[in-house]
């Protein structure tokens, strides 16, 4: 058996959680804000400079979310704002339980230094 793929990757920046910064039109429709696309593309930028990976194979992910102050704030949003910009950038081949049936995170503070680690193991 082959050894299995491993990333790890370093996020710097506050990662806004895409669900709950959404502007939402009087239409019914919904965006994510621009803030969330500020931050999803220079995060799209650290990977890419990072990594030129793409996992096709299932795989396990691993993220700690650092928070930079101590404010309310719900790990999860951040995680699902990790996951899609992953997919969007193509080294996740989607973030459905099937392609990734493994998601440890955790949540640190680490005053005024907010970012995220990622490992992703291929399984």
Same mark, same amino acid.
Request: avoid cysteine; charge should be positive.
């Given at each position: 058996?082959?050894?299995?793929?491993?990333?790890?990757?370093?996020?710097?920046?506050?990662?806004?959680?895409?669900?709950?910064?959404?502007?939402?039109?009087?239409?019914?429709?919904?965006?994510?804000?621009?803030?969330?696309?500020?931050?999803?593309?220079?995060?799209?930028?650290?990977?890419?400079?990072? %990594?030129?990976?793409?996992?096709?194979?299932?795989?396990?992910?691993?993220?700690?979310?650092?928070?930079?102050?101590? %404010?309310?704030?719900?790990?999860?949003?951040?995680? %699902?704002?990790?996951?899609?910009?992953?997919?969007?950038?193509?080294?996740?081949?989607?973030?459905?339980?099937?392609?990734?049936?493994?998601?440890?995170?955790?949540?640190?503070?680490?005053?005024?230094?907010?970012?995220?680690?990622?490992?992703? %193991?291929?399984?």
């Amino acid at each position: 058996m082959s050894n299995p793929q491993i990333l790890e990757l370093r996020l710097d920046g506050n990662i806004p959680s895409k669900k709950n910064s959404r502007i939402n039109r009087g239409d019914g429709k919904s965006f994510p804000s621009k803030k969330y696309m500020d931050w999803e593309e220079d995060a799209l930028k650290q990977t890419r400079l990072q %990594t030129r990976l793409r996992f096709i194979k299932p795989v396990s992910v691993e993220v700690i979310i650092y928070f930079g102050t101590n %404010t309310r704030a719900d790990l999860d949003n951040r995680l %699902t704002s990790i996951l899609d910009m992953l997919v969007e950038g193509v080294v996740l081949k989607d973030d459905k339980w099937q392609d990734v049936p493994i998601i440890l995170a955790q949540a640190e503070h680490r005053p005024r230094k907010p970012g995220a680690f990622v490992r992703i %193991t291929e399984l």
